[in-house]
Structures are given as C-alpha cells and as structure tokens.
C-alpha cells in the first residue's frame, strides 16, 4: 500500500513541475504566448531579445516590470494596434520604436540590419512585434544569418521566433544572399 501512495505522491509532483516548466517555457521562450505572460505576470527575454504577436497593455505591463528596456514595433502606421502603444510603453519607462515591416519586399537584409543596430543601441531586453511574430521572426532569421548563422540554422531561429507564412520569403532572401 505504502507503494502505491508513493508512487501516487511522485506522479503529483513530477505532473505538478512539469506543468509550470510547460507554463515557464511559454514566457522564457524566444516567442511567447502573451496571454500566459499577463497570466504568470512574467516574462524573460532568450539572448535579450523577445518576439511576440500584438502586445495588450496589460502585456506590456509585465514586460516593463521585467525590466524590458524597449518595444520595437514591426507594423505599419496604419495597422490597428487596438491602443496608443506608443503612448502606453513611454508611460511604462521604455523606449518605443516604429519599424514599419509592410509587405513581402520589407523582408530583405537592409531591415535587418536596422533591427540589429535597434537591438544593439538598447542596454537591456527588447520586445520586437508585429501583428502574428511572423515579421518578427522572418527579420530575426536574416539578423541571425547578417550575425553569423548558416542558412538552415537562421530559418530555425526564425522559425523559434514566430515565422511561418513567410518562411519562403526568408528563404529567397538567404538564397540571394547578404550584399
């Protein structure tokens, strides 16, 4: 009997730390699930860096909490963000940067480099943000592969960081190469 309660008590435990290591990696992951960081109220950035779908303010909140230095926002003046996130982050005490990514030709090696010198020129994490981590993650792979990486492992990084649909995209560019 002693056996069976042991073996039940061990079951409890490991199912119990392995669901927060589940809930953890969704908010210490180089793309997080927004709604589980407000959830957790935390977040941590992979190499000072965070990718992410549209922002709530309350989202925004736990970043600036954990300390995030910047949020560098990836979409088009004209895209809905459903709040003043300029506005929202400034009150927050962290820096607010505009890259506007629109359409398929904002995916090239020049962006990038913009990204990177961003990313570069704050002492701390960053937020970087579109609508879906799809721009995110498509700019991120050519940072990776503009900083050293071999093709697949930039499609990988990117791919971590959100990209999908335009993989095909990342992929013409690698094939074109950096100039």
């Known amino acids: 009997m002693s056996r069976v309660l042991n073996v039940l008590i061990i079951c409890s435990f490991a199912t119990t730390v ?16 927004l709604e589980q960081v407000v959830e957790l109220g935390t977040v941590s950035a992979v190499d000072g860096v965070t990718s992410a779908g549209q922002p709530t303010e309350a989202a925004l909140e736990v970043f600036a909490d954990a300390g995030y230095m910047a949020v560098i926002d990836l979409r088009g003046t004209d895209e809905d963000r ?12 962290m820096h607010y940067v505009n890259l506007p990514i629109t359409g398929r030709d904002a995916i090239n090696f020049e962006n990038a480099e913009k990204l990177d010198d961003l990313l ?16 995110a ?11 050293g ?21 990342v992929r013409e560019r690698l094939a074109e190469g950096a100039e």
């Not at 071999?150 to 499609?155: C, G, R, V």
């Open 18 to 33: 392995l669901g927060a290591d589940a809930e953890l990696s969704a908010v210490s992951s180089l793309n997080v699930d």
């Open 82 to 93: 459903g709040l003043d996130e300029a506005a929202v982050v400034e009150d927050l005490g």
């Open 120 to 135: 570069a020129g704050f002492d701390g994490s960053a937020l970087v943000h579109c609508a879906g981590a799809n721009r």
């Open 137 to 147: 993650g498509a700019l991120l792979a050519l940072r990776d592969y503009l900083n």
């Open 149 to 169: 990486a071999t093709e697949e492992a930039a499609l990988e990084y990117g791919r971590e960081a959100g990209l999908t649909k335009l993989e095909d995209t």
